[in-house]
């Protein structure tokens, strides 16, 4: 479920090109039962995977 879930965070922020925030409402609609932090957790590892392995990481 776990690659289900970064899939759908990767579509959402990737193909339909949604800003973060938008995008962790639409995951609260295709997975009611996870918490905002597990939400935003999926979220800021998609935008890690759309950026590539060159792109410097935030901290």
């Not at 039962?33 to 392995?53: K, N, S, T, V, W």
């Amino acid at each position: 479920m776990h690659e289900d879930i970064l899939l759908r965070a990767r579509w959402l922020l990737g193909e339909l090109q949604l800003p973060p925030a938008e995008a962790l409402v639409w995951l609260k609609d295709y997975y009611p039962d996870l918490e905002l932090e597990e939400r935003a957790r999926y979220l800021d590892r998609a935008r890690g995977q759309l950026r590539g392995p060159s792109a410097p990481s935030a901290s």
